[in-house]
């Protein structure tokens, strides 16, 4: 079971990135797939999570109406599109699974398998 987490880099204020967590050794349309982020200096915290019964999507509520979910099945790829950026945004953000089909609550963070990380930074 792998995930590998891409597609962080600098980005303006009110800008926009798209994070890519491709899977592979498992089938990532069956599993809840979460997305977390750790500032620097500050605990690690849920961000967004997509299920697997449902598709159903949950959001931290510093980021709602800002990013959004989402899964292609073909490419065993799960997305974050992020809009609207603001310096506090500013982390590494993961990819993370429990290998279970729904998610967790916004504030678990004890996923049994991560991705390497990938980094945002929000600044002009």
């Known amino acids: 079971v792998q995930l590998q987490a891409s597609g962080g880099g600098l980005v303006q204020p009110g800008g926009s990135l798209r994070l890519s967590c491709a899977a592979s050794?498992?089938?990532?349309?069956?599993?809840?797939i979460a997305w977390l982020r750790q500032a620097p200096g500050k605990e690690r915290e849920g961000v967004s999570c997509?299920?697997?019964?449902?598709?159903?999507?949950y959001y931290a509520d510093s980021v709602k109406g800002r990013f959004t979910i989402s899964r292609d099945n073909a490419k065993n790829t799960v997305y974050l599109q992020m809009n609207s950026l603001k310096p506090e945004d500013t982390a590494v953000y993961y990819c993370?699974?429990?290998?279970?089909?729904?998610?967790?609550?916004?504030?678990?963070?004890?996923?049994?398998?991560w991705g390497q990380g990938t980094l945002v930074t929000v600044s002009s």
């Open positions: 997509i299920s697997r019964s449902d598709g159903s999507t």
């Open positions: 050794g498992f089938i990532l349309d069956y599993y809840a």
């Open positions: 993370a699974t429990d290998l279970v089909g729904v998610c967790g609550t916004m504030s678990y963070v004890g996923y049994d398998y």
